[in-house]
């Protein structure tokens, strides 16, 4: 079985975030962690390779500190990588990401490809099923339950107040979700063999796409503003009796805030 995962590098969640002066871009800490939910594809397709052999390719969009997502992607188990970068994939939207993503995708000839169901830094949740649409393949997404069968696979997803159960024929696209396994810690030998491995990179001349398809020149969604979330007043605790501290209450209400 050939399995194809896309998973995308995003922001360390300690990273600090802020919106650059103009309001329409972010200044990201240069702290980088694989997308949560891409590492439960991640596993889920090496489970399935474990069960019915096959084959377990990672590809991902990005910079240069992509290979970092690779190399554990490698030490965890995956037999291939792919990384595409180049100047003209960058800026690009969700559309222009699927796109760039499903040409790379059909050169495998994926019997499944996996993905998470959102990524944590854009939150989106477009890639998976936009991937799926440019293919022609059917898409579920925020599986929490995969088994794989003779030519279709059967999923669980979470629903308000259960679970629904569907059949999907294969290929197709599945989005994975919390609860779908535990990721593996990647063992010291298989980091080693990581770290010596070459990273092939495709560039979009190789995947038939001309620049004005990709990145900023091919995206149909404009960023036109970041807000951050105002900031909270400092709390001020009250000391005293229970009495005390509600004529104090009552007193900064009044006479500092004057809401009542
Ligand atoms: C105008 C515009 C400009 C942008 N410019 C930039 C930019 O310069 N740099 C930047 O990093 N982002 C940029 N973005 C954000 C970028 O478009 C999003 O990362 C993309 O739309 C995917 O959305 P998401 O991150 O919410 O992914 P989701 O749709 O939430 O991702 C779902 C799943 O798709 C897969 N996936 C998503 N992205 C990738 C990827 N790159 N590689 C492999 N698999 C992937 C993963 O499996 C992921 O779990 C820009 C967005 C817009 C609208």
Do not use: W
């Amino acid at each position: 079985m050939t399995i194809v995962v896309l998973a995308k590098q995003v922001p360390d969640p300690e990273a600090l975030v802020e919106v650059r002066a103009g309001g329409t871009e972010l200044q990201i800490e240069q702290k980088f962690a694989t997308n949560l939910f891409d590492e439960y594809a991640i596993e889920e397709a090496l489970r399935i390779k474990e069960k019915h052999g096959g084959k377990v390719t990672i590809i991902t969009l990005g910079g240069p500190k992509a290979t970092e997502l690779l190399r554990t992607a490698l030490a965890m188990g995956a037999d291939d990588v792919l990384l595409l970068e180049d100047p003209a994939f960058l800026e690009g939207d969700g559309y222009a990401t699927a796109l760039t993503l499903s040409k790379a995708v059909a050169t495998q000839g994926a019997d499944l490809v996996l993905c998470g169901r959102q990524a944590i830094d854009d939150d989106r949740g477009e890639v998976g099923p936009m991937v799926a649409e440019f293919l022609g393949l059917p898409h579920v997404g925020a599986v929490m339950k995969l088994d794989i069968g003779d030519g279709a696979a059967r999923a669980e997803r979470a629903v308000e107040g259960g679970r629904e159960v569907v059949e999907v024929t294969l290929p197709a696209v599945i989005t994975a979700a919390k609860g779908l396994n535990e990721p593996r810690v990647p063992q010291v030998m298989g980091v080693m063999k990581a770290m010596r491995a070459q990273i092939p990179r495709t560039s979009p001349a190789d995947l038939g796409l001309a620049p004005s398809d990709i990145g900023k020149a091919g995206s149909k969604l404009k960023i036109e503003r970041y807000f951050t979330r105002e900031k909270r007043a400092a709390v001020k605790f009250i000391e005293g009796t229970p009495d005390e501290q509600a004529a104090e209450a009552i007193r900064i209400l009044a006479d500092v805030e004057r809401v009542v």
